[in-house]
């Protein structure tokens, strides 16, 4: 058994509730391997923002759980040399069984999401209990999910996109215990998240629900997944340099601004990292063929990562200087 506090970490508890009162929304950023790791400390550090370090299971089978606890250990230690003191946590994102989610716990991540959403109603409370209560003994904090997000990242796959039913949520969360919740009001996940024609606007999210949400739940943590803004930059540079992304768009940056001022305390943000990185290294491979040396790939990658992550943190989701 390893404890997170062991490492540093801290679960979402205060994050979340400092998030609410300050109307700002943390980032809940993935990675899958050292660079991802190394931009999202360094631009968390830079800004004075606080951090979710989000790790799926299929990022957990791609660089393996071992390393990860040492990454992680290896990020606090970063944090530290800097002179700085941002609160970090480590959260297994959209855990499909109580069995992963207990054998992070065991690893040392400081909050799980057990996703219980594509279940009946009843089965996912019950399954979302089973973990509250195992990973409260740890003093690890859980994030449960009602409502249905479509599109497809990592291991995450469905076709339509399922509201939260507000009507649900006080119940949810009396009979499980959860920490947080994620909800779906109009995000998904991916690259390709809309299907917007010529001339026409990116659907506006259900703010609706999620006020509706507010009033049932007050001052509980909402969570929204699925965030990313799909960058036209970035696919603009991707498919610039031999890329094929046509009509990806994803969420207005203003929109998520707005839900960050609500009860939302922490956004998702995935799909805007790997956009960024792909960006950049095809732009390497393109202007300089001869180039084989990772770290000239790599390099560039990570700088762009930072610089999109410390946008991210200061003109989207307001946790600049919030650490």
């Known amino acids: 058994m390893h404890s997170y506090k062991d490492l540093g970490l801290v679960n979402t508890r205060d994050m979340y509730s400092k998030a609410i009162g300050g109307k700002y929304g943390i980032p809940g950023y993935n990675f899958n391997n050292m660079e991802q790791l190394q931009a999202i400390i360094t631009a968390c550090i830079e800004t ?142 991916g690259a390709y998240k809309f299907k917007v024609g010529p001339g026409e606007e990116v659907p506006p999210l259900r703010f609706d629900i999620l006020h509706e949400v507010e009033k049932r739940l007050p001052g509980f943590s909402i969570v929204l997944h699925g965030a990313s803004s799909v960058m036209p930059e970035y696919v603009e540079m991707i498919n610039k340099y031999g890329g094929k992304m046509e009509n990806a768009v994803g969420v207005p940056e203003d929109q998520l601004r707005k839900a960050a001022e609500s009860a939302v305390c922490k956004i998702n943000i995935d799909s805007d990292g790997r956009l960024a990185m792909t960006a950049k290294i095809r732009e390497v491979f393109v202007t300089s063929p001869k180039e084989f040396d990772p770290r000239k790939y790599l390099g560039p990658a990570r700088d762009e990562l930072i610089k999109m992550y410390k946008h991210k943190n200061e003109n989207v989701l307001g946790s600049a200087g919030k650490a």
């Open 48 to 189: 004075n923002s606080p951090v979710v370090l989000q790790v799926s299971s299929g990022a957990r089978k791609y660089a393996n759980q071992i390393l990860l606890r040492h990454m992680a250990h290896g990020a606090m230690d970063i944090i530290k040399d800097a002179g700085s003191n941002i609160p970090v946590a480590l959260h297994l994102d959209h855990g499909d069984s109580y069995e992963l989610c207990v054998s992070c716990v065991e690893s040392g991540f400081s909050s799980v999401m057990i996703d219980g959403s594509g279940l009946s109603f009843e089965d996912n409370i019950a399954l979302t209990k089973k973990v509250v209560e195992y990973a409260h003994k740890h003093d690890v904090t859980v994030e449960g999910e009602l409502g249905v997000l479509a599109g497809i990242e990592d291991e995450v796959s469905h076709e339509e996109t399922h509201y939260t039913k507000p009507e649900e949520v006080e119940e949810f969360v009396g009979k499980t215990g959860v920490d947080s919740l994620a909800i779906s009001i109009g995000t998904s996940h």
